[in-house]
């Protein structure tokens, strides 16, 4: 049995791994375009800060730790062309050469790139880059150039475009390198993924730590100019935004990078991503496909496109189990996420209103305070919170978290999200047996406060 992952990130890398534990003797090979397997790339905005110095460290396990599971990495090689009749993989190696692997099952993991508006100055011939000042983040070399331009060009402002969770980190990042930071998001508030309440607060964290955010702002291009770069946008009442810069860091998503695949026949849903079902399969047969390449199943929306880094570990994993025969299902993600924005912290999971709208459920949300432990203890913080309940079933939908870096807001909305795995009520939070102590905690945890604040506030307003 040869199985053969493309993809060395999350995705790739944790089928190969499954199917080595689970069977030693299956033989693994793995093909990565980069020299960079199994990097963490979600720690990309603490090397750039300067916080993790050696970029090595972003390894979640080194090339020696991989080999030593029994996986074979080709590394500089690219994934070419997929021949499903035959069972084979044409790839090209690091001197060019082609070659064609023979697998009995494959594991497609070649995850997502970032998105490039269509606008002056980002596409067509005379695209500017890396060179110019001009950068996008999703991998290692991408990274390489950012840290280049800042130790070279040494420029004292940048133009971050995007304020979603990887353009919030990367504001902070190169904040905290001593730039002056202009960040534009052409939605009225930062952070879209939680509600404008809390988005509100992330802003005034941002604009707390100097950067200029400008909200409701479109970028329409960007152009070399004489002392640097020049970025142009459209505000809110239509009114121009002309910027100077000595840098620009667009990061405005992802899309899925689903070619390979798609020219073998492999059938494509949302944004473009691959179609697979619960057990990783595409459509194509011993084809299994993970990650931010594919269309991911939410326990709650259905279909969806969602690339997180969480998501793309556990398809990886089951989608390496099915491969060497396996029968495991991905039990479906809930988009639980969280962000560090200087010193706060915003998180979600589950459904936001028009979500839960948008498949017939009858949303309510109700905002609640409290402390994140006792405050007579020092050094207690207020967390909020927006909890999100079915009026119709007075099912847990989602939570919402805003608070200090150390308020355990992280572990917070973990369990708002095993409480929605478990398809428990709103009501039912309250009687989860959760640890107390006065310096870490309350009685009531602030997750509880806010499942009763929901309770109370919605009494009598069933759909
Ligand atoms: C800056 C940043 C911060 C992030 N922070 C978080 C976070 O805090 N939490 C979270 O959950 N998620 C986070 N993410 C998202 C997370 O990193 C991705 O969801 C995850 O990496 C997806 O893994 P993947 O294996 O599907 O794809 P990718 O990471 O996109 O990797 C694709 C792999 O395929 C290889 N490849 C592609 N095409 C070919 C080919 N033809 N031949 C050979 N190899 C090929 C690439 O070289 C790469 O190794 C972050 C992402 C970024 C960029």
Known sequence: MHLVAIGGSDAGISAALRARELDPGVEVTVVVADRYPNFSICGIPYHVSGEVADWRSLAHRTVADLEATGMVLRLDTVARRIDVADHGLLVTGPGGAEERLA???LVVGTGAVSVRPPVEGLVGAGALGAEDGVHMLHSMDDTFAVTRTLEERRPSSAVVVGAGYIGLEMAEALTTRGLAV??????????PTVDPALGALVHEQLVAHGVDVRTSTTLEGVARADDGLEVRARGAGGDRVTLRTDMVLVVVGVRPDAELAAAAGATLGIRGALVVDR??????????????????HHRLLGDTY???GTTAHKQGRVAGENAIGGSRRFAGSLGTQVVKVFDMVAART???DAEAVSVGLHPRTVGFEGDDHKA???GSHRVRLRTTGDLAT???LGVQLFGHRHAEVAKRVDIAAAAIFAELCVDEVSDLDLSYTPPLGSPWDVVQGGAQAWVRETA???A
Do not use: H, I, S, W
């Open 279 to 296: 057990a990783m399969r595409t459509n194509l047969p011993d084809v299994f496909a993970a990650g931010d390449c594919v269309v991911t």
């Open 376 to 378: 007579y203890y020092p």
């Open 394 to 396: 007075g099912r847990l």
């Open 306 to 308: 969602l690339p997180l």
């Open 182 to 191: 202009t960040q534009l998001e052409q939605l009225p508030e930062v952070l």
């Open 460 to 462: 009598g307003a069933g």
């Open 103 to 105: 697998y009995d099952a």
């Open 350 to 352: 589950g459904l936001k």
